[in-house]
């Protein structure tokens, strides 16, 4: 093996490419997810209409708290944990930290599972929608199929091997889709209450996550680990770490990133009860509250989610890259990833936040009911530019997380939750504003917390990204782009080719649309906002960078 400074940055190259393969390993998996997802939404919104939408979505709502409490930190703790071991040589050690996670995550599962179930009642109480709790009884038992599948994806990302993890997010989300259609409409069949219909369906999330955690198992026993050990440029160890230090760095490293995480979540889950509480004080009956909030969550939040999830994978990817440079001093390797990561976040989440702020009603309207996105599209509009915010807090919580500065983030995270609850107590109450309080609360948390992480980044890590080269130039681009959007989407309408009513029409908003990314992709183009660093992280890097250094087409 080469031990020369060549030697060295062939392995960082190598390093670099497993990065980012794993990033686009896990954004073609997350996407087919959400569209899945979003695929799913539609029938059930047909079916259940916007009041039974508004019980799946209380239920979904608990369930994702107990969910991130169960499920996110530990993973990122095992990966970071296990990598650091194998760029160590101690394999042994690597392997006996996925057995003893394995038993707690068994553990936490089941105590989640138990938790849910148990408080059934009271969290359907708490949204003074009491029928709420069939749902959250039927979805119950996906946490401890979850907390097992997060085990081996922990353990597969600490090998940097996303695929598992990738597809078994897709089998999870084919089986809710396909089963939880089958059993909602089993259940109006049956003539089931509307919220008997909804736990139908959340029978269908279990079910998936079940078989998703089944492939996992199966994948595990036929994972060759001696192959990907072999390809590290260590000499092996026989050290392995003691149980109780294994689950004390555990919950060093996990518990902090599961706060922080959750404290999100667990807000949703207040300001949903805020929101059904404060709408019923104006008078609101709790069928129309439940109608606006199934609306509100199963369209406008269904649209802000989709573009992040091109981030996620981002930030999943650079933990345990940052966190074995950091291991091993590599600051240009460190500075570059750091640099590139927020870059690329920006050009992917700006164009998503201006242009569905432009576009609200009809990209909404491509795949829901009309009325319903009449509903919805102001309050998307007003949500929208909370995706830009989202995506560089998910960026930075991972500068944060490989650095071991993991508690920082719960600050960020608690200090935007206070803001969210308190505005949107404060403004779902007045009269005039009342829903649109919801995601003007969001907008003012995610901004907040995205400040809190650029400054803890700064004064933790030393690392103050320049925003000339990381934001300028995607946010000139964007703003052409969501103008473009919104240009060509009224000149057409106004068109006779289309009518020239001026009304809204699903081929209208295809062309608004590709003519808006057409444009924003010359404009990145003409600004140069991709670097050479960025390129050259993607696969086949350096053969796409001369291409594009040839005819000047990046900075």
């Known amino acids: 093996m080469k031990n020369n400074s060549n030697g060295k940055s062939v392995r960082a190259k190598d390093t670099k490419k497993l990065f980012f393969s794993g990033v686009i390993v896990l954004t073609l998996a997350n996407i087919?997810?959400?569209?899945?997802?979003?695929?799913?939404?539609?029938?059930l919104q047909n079916i259940l209409q916007d009041s039974g939408m508004g019980y799946y979505n209380v239920t979904y709502d608990i369930y994702v708290w107990f969910y991130t409490i169960s499920t996110t930190g530990l993973p990122v703790a095992v990966s970071i944990m296990i990598s650091g071991s194998r760029a160590k040589g101690n394999f042994a050690d690597a392997r006996k930290i996925f057995r003893v996670v394995?038993?707690?995550?068994?553990?936490?599962?089941l105590v989640g599972t138990a938790s849910m179930m148990t408080l059934s009642h009271v969290f359907a109480g708490a949204y003074k929608m009491t029928d709420a709790w069939y749902g959250i009884m039927a979805i119950a038992p996906t946490l401890f199929f979850i907390c097992l599948s997060s085990a081996f994806r922990g353990f597969f990302q600490g090998h940097q091997n996303m695929v598992p993890t990738a597809l078994s997010e897709v089998i999870e989300a084919i089986g809710k889709l396909t089963l939880g259609i089958l059993f909602a409409l089993y259940a109006v069949k049956?003539?089931?209450p509307v919220y008997v219909v909804a736990a139908y369906t959340l029978v269908g999330l279990t079910i998936g996550a079940a078989l998703g955690m089944v492939y996992l198992f199966i994948t595990k026993l036929l994972f060759k680990e001696e192959e990907y050990n072999a390809a590290l440029d260590v000499a092996p160890s026989d050290y392995v770490t003691p149980t109780w230090d294994i689950i004390k760095s555990l919950l060093i490293?996990?518990?902090?990133?599961?706060?922080?995480?959750?404290?999100?979540?667990?807000?949703?889950?207040?300001?949903?009860?805020?929101?059904?509480?404060?709408?019923?004080?104006?008078?609101?009956?709790?069928?129309?509250?439940?109608?606006?909030?199934?609306?509100?969550?199963?369209?406008?939040?269904?649209?802000?989610?989709?573009p992040p999830t091109l981030i996620y994978p981002i930030a999943a990817s650079i933990v345990p890259l940052l966190s074995s440079a950091v291991s091993g001093g590599k600051k240009k390797l460190i500075t570059d990833t750091m640099n590139s990561s927020l870059r690329i976040g920006a050009i992917i989440s700006m164009p998503?936040?201006?242009?569905?702020?432009?576009?609200?009603?009809?990209?909404?309207?491509l795949i829901f009911p009309s009325s319903s996105s009449q509903m919805a599209s102001p309050l998307l509009s007003l949500l929208a530019p909370s995706i830009f915010f989202l995506s560089m807090l998910s960026v930075t919580n991972s500068f944060l997380q490989s650095h071991k500065y993991q508690y920082y983030p719960i600050i960020s995270m608690i200090a935007g939750a206070l803001v969210k609850l308190v505005t949107s107590f404060v403004l779902i109450g007045i009269p005039n504003v009342e829903m649109k309080g919801a995601p003007i609360g969001t907008f003012l948390c995610y901004m907040t917390t995205m400040l809190l992480n650029f400054f803890f980044v700064a004064k933790k890590i030393?690392?103050?990204?320049?925003?000339?080269?990381?934001?300028?130039?995607?946010?000139?681009?964007?703003?052409?782009?969501?103008?473009?959007?919104?240009?060509?989407?009224?000149?057409?309408?106004?068109?006779?080719?289309?009518?020239?009513?001026?009304?809204?029409?699903k081929i209208v908003t295809l062309i608004s649309v590709a003519a808006a990314a057409v444009v924003y992709l010359v404009c990145l183009v003409i600004t140069k906002a991709l670097r050479r660093e960025d390129v050259l992280l993607l696969p086949k890097g350096e053969k796409i960078c001369r291409i594009m250094e040839k005819y000047k087409m990046i900075g």
């Open 190 to 192: 049956q003539g089931y």
């Open 253 to 306: 490293i996990g518990i902090p990133i599961t706060v922080s995480s959750s404290v999100m979540s667990f807000t949703n889950v207040i300001d949903g009860m805020i929101l059904s509480s404060r709408l019923q004080s104006l008078g609101y009956s709790e069928f129309t509250v439940s109608t606006l909030f199934g609306n509100y969550k199963t369209l406008a939040v269904t649209m802000f989610n989709l």
């Open 352 to 365: 998503c936040a201006f242009g569905l702020s432009a576009l609200s009603y009809p990209i909404l309207s």
């Open 462 to 505: 030393g690392y103050i990204p320049s925003i000339r080269k990381v934001f300028v130039k995607p946010f000139i681009c964007a703003v052409i782009c969501a103008a473009s959007a919104y240009g060509v989407n009224y000149a057409l309408k106004m068109s006779p080719l289309f009518g020239g009513a001026g009304q809204d029409s």
């Open 102 to 109: 394995f038993t707690i995550f068994c553990i936490v599962g």
């Open 32 to 43: 087919i997810v959400k569209v899945i997802g979003a695929f799913l939404k539609v029938p």
